[in-house]
């Protein structure tokens, strides 16, 4: 689940003194937040947990990721999930549900909107990837704490009208250079969802989220965990694993 993990990633290589960067402009400490949230290559293994309105749901999964254009996952559990499968190639995403159905469905428009697998996130999150830097003009709004940790807040306002979030409030680790909340929010003002970083673990000099809580505010249930169970940064990839061929292998 590449762009899930991304969406949330937000690291820097190093760390320092608690607010020793204030002078930091908006648009550089994303840039530092930018700077490690695209993976050359990972293997993660990852559990969510869906706490629904009709109860909590418990998905693993293990995603393949090249770059910041392809991505491949596969469900391993439960029973009713195991076998799922979904591409992100660019700007196309496929999903593949096996037998008794065995087809490949190819997610656009409005879809892209629609709730993966029962959780708080949507397609149009899983295929957000982007530079925030990029995206986003950033103005530094001040500093709080979150979790016990010392953070930056900005406030992120989107560039162009294709962005699939207005606007974004996010707090920034400033010893970690971790995302630990963001809020997404519309353009006329409403919070639309709320990510939470609640653990964290450090792998060769970064840090990583090892478990986000994502609130859908326009939702009834109780959120989505999620967890990193493992990650493997060195892993070499075919090109084979990204095709949509793959996807009925």
């Given amino acids: 689940m590449k762009t899930l993990f991304l969406l949330l990633c937000g690291v820097m290589l190093s760390a320092s003194p608690s607010f020793a960067v204030d002078k930091l402009s908006g648009q550089e400490i994303l840039k530092r937040v930018d700077n490690n949230q695209l993976l050359d290559h990972a293997i993660i293994n990852s559990t969510m947990i869906i706490h629904g309105r009709s109860g909590t749901r418990t998905i693993t999964s293990n995603s393949w990721i090249s770059g910041k254009n392809k991505s491949f996952s596969e469900y391993l559990s439960p029973a009713r999930e195991k076998g799922k499968k979904m591409l992100k190639l660019g700007d196309k995403l496929w999903t593949y549900t096996p037998e008794p159905h065995d087809r490949i469905i190819a997610i656009s428009g409005h879809l892209l909107k629609q709730s993966v697998m029962g959780s708080d996130l949507s397609y149009e999150d899983m295929m957000s990837n982007d530079s925030m830097e990029d995206d986003y003009d950033a103005k530094v709004i001040g500093n709080e704490t979150i979790e016990t940790r010392p953070c930056h807040v900005l406030e992120l306002t989107a560039k162009r009208d294709d962005v699939s979030y207005y ?83």
């Fill in 167 to 249: 606007k974004r409030k996010v707090w920034v680790d400033s010893e970690r250079w971790i995302t630990m909340q963001t809020n997404l929010i519309a353009k006329g003002g409403k919070l639309l969802k709320k990510l939470i970083t609640k653990d964290v673990f450090k792998l060769d000099n970064r840090w990583y989220p090892k478990e986000i809580h994502f609130k859908d505010m326009l939702a009834k249930g109780g959120g989505t965990e999620y967890h990193i169970t493992t990650i493997d940064l060195k892993a070499t990839i075919p090109d084979s694993r990204f095709t949509k061929a793959s996807l009925r292998r």
